[in-house]
């Protein structure tokens, strides 16, 4: 049994993770913290609780809730975790940090994207990427977990098995990330271009190429590849509460003969022994509904003569965000891998 704590439970990923964690036969919700100003039973913030859960949501300070719990999640906005993860550190705490805080290893990249300082160089040398199936192991002992941002999940997760056993083959300088979203992607927060009558009955692109995640998916999909890897990433806006849908598009490079048999089954065997990924059979593609409400990553692949389509599908608040971050909490803490998100 562990002991949990979530800071930032009253956004959409903090709400999502104590949902599921209300479920989880070896959890103990110890701590829940948001950035309101006062105590008040967390059923007031989130009404779906009432009757449910007797917690009280207190106001985060991070050292006075240091030692109520053995593992937290940081549902957090960006920049805000750097001020939490080092308290929580040194007083010997497990975190899981759902912002993209630890997720960029270059601080100088993090600050031209989150356009703001990087403060804490001693925990981003701790921290460990939290995408299960490339760093389980890692996961395992980390004292410091980077969840992975949506689009990111999603796309290292279609490109992976291409990158790693056949990566010459193609023509890596121009993979095309072609990517849709629901508006909870954005967090709960009231703006003017996230209003009901500015998203209904509407479909946008938007930081079109200068998106925050890209230089995410270059960073771990570079890793994969040992070379350094620029995609083209263009998101979309959904009138959709949440769901992920990628399509990325490679060309195979005229001059090799790809290695393998079939891509579909290179991407069957590599994902194989994986509890959350799913292969779509041949001629099949994923669809929103397949996946949301789920901590599955739904792939379809298309190839020809000269060009590679992959097509993945998430749930953003779920292998997105919450959900992987539970499964990160289970490979911590030796649970089964699914447990609660099943």
Request: charged share 25%; aromatic share 8%.
């Amino acid at each position: 049994m562990v002991n949990a704590g979530i800071v930032g439970v009253t956004g959409f990923a903090g709400e999502q993770i104590l949902e599921i964690l209300l479920r989880h036969p070896q959890v103990r919700i110890s701590i829940l913290c948001s950035h309101r100003d006062k105590a008040q039973p967390i059923a007031d913030f989130l009404p779906r609780f009432k009757k449910r859960l007797e917690l009280v949501c207190y106001p985060l300070d991070a050292q006075a809730i240091a030692n109520k719990a053995d593992l937290f999640f940081l549902a957090l906005p960006h920049t805000v975790s750097m001020d939490v993860v080092p308290v929580l550190i040194r007083n010997k705490r497990r975190v899981i940090d759902l912002s993209a805080d630890y997720r960029l290893r270059d601080t100088r990249v993090y600050e031209k994207f989150y356009s703001h300082p990087h403060r804490d160089k001693i925990g981003l040398s701790l921290a460990v990427y939290g995408l299960p199936e490339l760093n389980r192991e890692k996961i395992k002992n980390a004292q410091l977990v980077a969840n992975p941002g949506c689009y990111p999940t999603c796309a290292i997760l279609a490109l992976a098995p291409i990158l790693s056993c056949c990566l010459d083959s193609f023509c890596l300088d121009t993979i095309i990330i072609d990517a849709k979203s629901g508006v909870t992607g954005a967090g709960r927060k009231v703006v003017e271009e996230l209003l009901f009558t500015q998203v209904n009955e509407d479909f946008k692109a938007y930081k079109v190429n200068t998106h925050q995640h890209m230089p995410e998916i270059d960073q771990e999909l570079s890793k994969i590849a040992g070379k350094r890897i620029k995609t083209t990433f263009v998101p979309h806006l959904l009138p959709l509460n949440r769901g992920i849908l990628e399509t990325i598009y490679l060309k195979k490079d005229p001059a090799k003969r790809l290695k393998v048999e079939s891509l579909h089954k290179l991407y069957k065997n590599f994902y194989k022994t994986e509890p959350f990924v799913r292969i779509r059979p041949e001629g099949e593609f994923p669809r929103l509904r397949d996946v949301v409400g789920t901590n599955f990553c739904d792939l379809g692949i298309y190839e020809q003569k000269d060009l590679v389509i992959i097509i993945g599908a998430i749930d953003n608040l779920l292998k997105g965000a919450s959900g992987q971050a539970v499964q990160n909490m289970n490979i911590m803490c030796g649970f089964t891998e699914e447990m609660g998100l099943r």
